[in-house]
């Protein structure tokens, strides 16, 4: 199903708008508005397509509002607009054009705009003396356009909830290009900065609490956008905002874009529109643009990539970390910790949870399973059950006792079974290296685009030796010719950074189960004689914390806030 994510990937460009410092004496209608917080701006990388998007604040926009009789060049293309409406002017003029919309005193918004499109026109001097006397009433105006409710069209009469609401609830919804184009908007935002924070975060694809179905579930069940809230609602931001879906679930239902439609067209019926704040044009329009949506989804240009199953072995030993170790816990279980912005407390997490939360922040991860040993089982099944809360995304650990822990290729092709109704590729890592979210994000849309019936993600070495590495020799079209583990002496300079990924047109289970190896390296040296081995080259930076120099290296950028 089409949904506001899909949208936000199929965009050539988008621009952001935010709130602002606010300056006096006020010369834009969002001069007098309300200040934002760092609250609001915390989590906005978290927003699909980040090389497609530029950020403006909404003063830009309000002087763009004002001339508009003039050619308008900044922001004739698609718009997220991230705040409520008393903090963002560009969210006060897409509320009255989205699906989910702020409950404001609307006359507000009127006078507004008219008392500066009358000071637009004065000078300097009799600007100033105006505002000094009519301070109250400027005051009075934004007081007006703080949101008093929020309207859901799945639950008319949840805009007359009580005063507490104003304090807990977001909302995400699609828009009306607000000149009149035919380009979709986004609104996202809430009645706090945290609750704005959240709203970026369920766009990247985050999924939080269903009461309705009793489970995590994300906009693919809220295609088009919807109300959510904090359950444990404080006017101060969560400790960690960075983990924020915790603390929310969603008030919309799940629906479809044929269900939206329905609704819509049984509300244009009824006789009590204005009691909902709409009338029956602002129903038809409505009506317009989520039909406009499901034309648009059949387009080839919204395709979703395809996700993958990524396996991590999470069994080594160790034996090179003792020394943090003592050969009590597994080295993927060693702290790493990261600094948190602002007065925050930082916070503190494995090196296993830094590589499951990267991974979850690519959204092109369907399920991750984690491959260990009998040792490490039963810790790292305690770490699962937090791992799959924290970063929403399906974490499980292999059940089975294996008997044979050395051969890594007996051990994958039974796991392999597991996979073999589902049609996605399967990539396989090695728990003890972290990588950028960015970089797993460049990796998997690419296996998604090329499609390739086997690949090994590479890295070139900044490092004079490279023994303890695989170096990998690949030719002019980056098809891999052989993998040499741990060489005497450095033949190339590109070595394998332990990411296989393989098409499940391959029958990879099979194809293991047949090998008389029993590493990868000789399995694949072998195999890439007859089928393709593609190399894709990672950027980085990588931490191998299987060393006690790469371990230190990550533990020392976190503290830094630097690791990414």
């Known amino acids: 199903m089409q949904s506001l994510i899909e949208i936000i990937q199929s965009w050539k460009e988008y621009t952001v708008i935010t709130g602002n410092r606010r300056r006096y004496p006020p010369r834009l209608p969002s001069d007098i508005l309300l200040p934002v917080a760092w609250t609001d701006f915390a989590l906005l990388d978290y927003l699909p397509n980040p090389k497609m998007r530029k950020i403006v604040h909404d003063g830009y926009f309000a002087q763009d509002w004002l001339e508009k009789y003039k050619e308008r060049n900044v922001f004739t293309n698609s718009l997220i607009s991230c705040g409520a409406p008393d903090v963002n002017f560009a969210s006060l003029s897409l509320n009255n054009l989205s699906l989910f919309r702020f409950i404001i005193d609307y006359k507000a918004q009127d006078e507004l705009i008219d008392l500066f499109e009358r000071l637009s026109k004065m000078s300097s001097e009799n600007l100033t003396t105006y505002l000094i006397e009519h301070q109250k009433l400027l005051d009075s105006i934004v007081a007006r356009l703080c949101p008093y409710a929020i309207f859901d069209l799945f639950a008319p009469n949840y805009q007359r909830t009580h005063e507490l609401a104003r304090y807990e609830h977001g909302l995400i919804s699609l828009a009306e290009h607000p000149y009149g184009l035919s380009k979709f908007c986004i609104l996202a935002g809430g009645i706090t ?75 244009r019926e009824t006789s009590n529109l204005s009691s909902l704040h709409l009338t029956r044009n602002d129903v038809d329009r409505l009506i317009s643009l989520t039909g406009s949506v499901r034309e648009t989804s059949k387009s080839p240009k919204l395709q979703t990539l395809s996700k993958v199953h990524v396996l991590i072995l999470t069994g080594g030993l160790g034996s090179r970390m003792r020394k943090y170790t003592k050969g009590k816990i597994s080295k993927l279980e060693l702290p790493l910790i990261f600094k948190a912005p602002g007065k925050n407390k930082s916070r503190t997490e494995t090196v296993l949870g830094t590589l499951v939360q990267a991974l979850a922040e690519t959204r092109l991860v369907e399920d991750i399973l984690l491959v260990t040993n009998n040792k490490y089982y039963e810790s790292q099944k305690k770490l699962v059950e937090e791992f799959a809360t924290r970063y929403n995304i399906k974490v499980e650990i292999d059940t089975e006792k294996m008997e044979d822990e050395g051969n890594i290729v007996k051990i994958l092709s039974t796991q392999f079974e597991k996979y073999k109704t589902s049609t996605i590729p399967i990539a396989i890592m090695m728990g003890d290296t972290l990588f950028a979210p960015n970089d797993l994000k460049r990796l998997f849309r690419w296996i998604g685009q090329k499609k390739p019936p086997m690949a090994l993600a590479c890295s070139h070495s900044e490092e004079g030796d490279i023994s303890k590495y695989g170096a990998v020799e690949i030719d002019g079209a980056g098809k891999v010719l052989k993998i040499r583990e741990k060489p005497g002496a450095a033949i190339v300079r590109i070595i394998s950074q332990g990411i296989y990924v393989f098409s499940q047109e391959l029958n990879i289970g099979q194809l293991l189960q047949r090998s008389n190896t029993s590493t990868l390296v000789d399995f694949l040296n072998k195999i890439c004689e007859r089928i393709p081995l593609h190399s894709f080259i990672l950027s980085g930076p990588i931490f191998d914390c299987g060393t006690e120099r790469g371990y230190e290296t990550a533990r020392k950028k976190s503290k830094q806030g630097k690791l990414w």
């Open 193 to 267: 900065g945290p609750t704005t924070a959240a709203s970026f975060k369920l766009l990247g694809g985050c999924r939080i609490f269903d009461p309705q179905q009793k489970c995590l579930s994300g906009l693919e069940t809220r295609p088009l956008g919807g109300i959510f809230r904090r359950k444990n609602a404080t006017r101060q931001p969560p400790d960690d905002i960075f983990h924020i879906e915790k603390d929310l679930e969603w008030v919309t239902p799940p629906y479809s874009i044929n269900d939206l439609i329905k609704m819509l067209k049984a509300m």
